[in-house]
């Protein structure tokens, strides 16, 4: 069997995506669940691009002791001494630094030529070594790079001591023949290739991340970049849940990692869960549906041998079909048996606060699942907000028109308004308008429920637009009127401060 190295960038990459910021300790927590899932790799933030993201690769560096943690450059001196600085309390530590090589990068990014761009790349790798031994180089839109070209870069930065060679597919544009084509004149015409090794990094805008990153492992490369439920900017990044299980299932490819598999799922919600990032119901492994069969045909040969329509033991990947759920007469043990299962250890006062949350929630609602505790978990991120929904009161229905009064109180001080609109949210924004008078838009309104059932919890992900710039909220209720002014609010207390 081959090894491949997985790197994970879910705490780069991932976390680029608007409204998926995280703060340093929710970090740390999934740097924590990336070392139990078993990645070789966790790159851990872009130091030079804020304090906040230097910070957060200061105390990954600490929180974890396995997996070499890794620090994103630009070809640029000051982001390699930042990042250098960042790493200082790394066990295992990798500088990772690169630059354009297209001819769209080199041309209107750098305005720069083909030999200005490799010496810039030579001069990185050697300034990096000053620091680290394990230097990666990446070549961004190397998707789009010729391949002598991109060759040439390549076998310089191996002799400038570069550890392993990044060929991203920046703009995600590839075919996977395209894509695994490239490696492959890479792995026959880069003379010292032997001396490094090469990684796949590819996005997912025409939906063939995953494809593209499979024929690239086919071809020879030995580490690739991935993304927990394959979030990233734009369509994301490849998910790692997918590279993983597709080695697991093919074992004709004789390629394996080190990945834990029962891991995934709990990492792909706890990941969900912080960065209120939804997981498409149909995705590929993680998904709510990923292992439901509906139709009769399926669901009757799946009881007659699960092999029949299922290639991946549900329970390989952490789901486990017989997990007990939790109701109004679990205990505290239990509770925090399950949030530890899912990769969240609380402190004792904490427990003893979401275990109250968790009884109310448990006496509007029948079974009490994953998604929803660890809901209750993350609350603690909202309640030092400035304003929050002290009552909301809404009257509706068919032929009526909606009235809402609210009550909202701001840094201690309380202010209650009311109005009538289009609907109860309407009504109850409207409401909230009135007291607090800032010019915002709604830009984007998704209510999607959680597991099923009418006494389910709807999650409420919402954009506001305010002084041209867009703010994230999030909540999720049993409620759905008040999850929407929840989130309506969260995403206020962005702007407010
Ligand atoms: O997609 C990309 O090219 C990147 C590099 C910065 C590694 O993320
Ligand atoms: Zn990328």
Redesign the pocket.
Known sequence: MDRLFIFD?TLR?GEQVPGCQLNTIEKIQVAQALEKLGVDVIEAGFPISSPGDFNSVVEISKAVTWPVICALTRAVEKDIDVAAESLKFAKRKRIHTGIGTSPYHIKYKFNATQDEILERAIACVKYAKKYVEDVEFYCEDAGRTDNVYLASVVEAVINAGATVVNI?D?TGYCLPAEYGDKIKFLMENVKNVHKAVIST?C?NDLGMATANTMAGIINGARQT?VTINGI??RAG?TSLEEVVMILKSHKELAIESNVNTPQIYPISRLVSSLMNMPVQPNKAIVGRNAFAHSSGIHQDGVLKNRENYEIIDPTDVGIDTNTIALTARSGRAALKHRLHILGVDLSQERLEHVYEEFLQLADRKKDVNDDDILLLAGKERTESHRIKLEYLQVTSGVGIQSVASLCLNIAGEKFEAAASGNGPVDAAIKALKQIIHRQMTIQEFLIQAIDKGSDDVGKVHMQVEHNGANYYGFSANTDIIAASVEAYIDAINKFVK
């Open positions: 960038t990459d991203p920046t990094h996005h970049e990233g900017e990044n």
